[in-house]
């Protein structure tokens, strides 16, 4: 299988970690629809596990190249904003009445929009292999687990769903702010 470790092949290894982010984002994505939310939040995790080897994979073993440079963020796309806005409505905003209900769905196109730009600009000025000090804006990964954190203080009783509302407004705002986040 020498295709694992060939550069230019989309079936290398690090390429395969990421399939296996997205095959979690999607397996996430249909729990979520079931109203299973801890598994739905586990196999999330665990795609963000893999999100973080597929990069030390592909830098170790030479591995990056366009394809994968793509895929990653496709799915980044997936499993750091589509599934965690996706809980959040399932989860929380459904719950809302009125006014606060639309804002809501108005807040997550929002969040969608703004992680889908901050991918696609990560895209445009990224080089194949090559990873700054920083990261100018909230990395989704980082964002996703930020809404985490505001899922879990809705689910304890800490915060209102307005307020996680009001939260996913602000860090849909990091992603593209200037704010700069070392890179680990």
């Given amino acids: ?22 095959t979690c984002g ?31 994979i592909a ?13 990653d963020s496709f799915a980044d796309f997936l499993s750091f904003v589509l599934v965690p806005v996706f809980l959040i409505f399932q989860a929380v905003y459904t719950h ?3 006014g606060w209900f639309y804002l809501a769905g108005i807040v997550s196109i929002y969040y969608v ?11 445009i000025n990224a080089e194949a292999g090559e990873v700054g000090k920083f990261f100018v804006g909230v990395p989704t990964p980082l964002g996703a687990i930020l809404l985490w954190l505001v899922y879990l203080g809705y689910i ?10 009001m939260f996913m407004l602000i860090i ?12 680990p």
Wanted: proline letters at 3%; glycine letters at 8%; aromatic letters at 16%.
């Fill in 156 to 165: 304890y009783d800490i915060l209102p769903g307005e307020s996680v509302t």
């Fill in 96 to 98: 809302l009445e009125g």
């Fill in 113 to 123: 929009i703004s992680g889908l730009r901050r991918l696609i600009q990560f895209n």
């Fill in 26 to 56: 999607l397996i996430a994505t249909y729990l979520i629809t079931q109203e299973n939310f801890y598994y739905a939040i586990i196999l999330a995790w665990v795609g963000g596990a893999f999100d973080i080897f597929d990069g030390k």
């Fill in 1 to 22: 299988m020498p295709f694992i470790f060939d550069s230019k092949s989309h079936f290398n290894l690090a390429n395969l970690f990421t399939m296996v982010n997205i």
């Fill in 59 to 71: 830098r170790t073993f030479d591995l990056s190249n366009e394809f994968g440079i793509q895929l």
């Fill in 172 to 183: 849909g705002w990091l992603l593209n702010s200037r704010v700069k986040v070392p890179h």
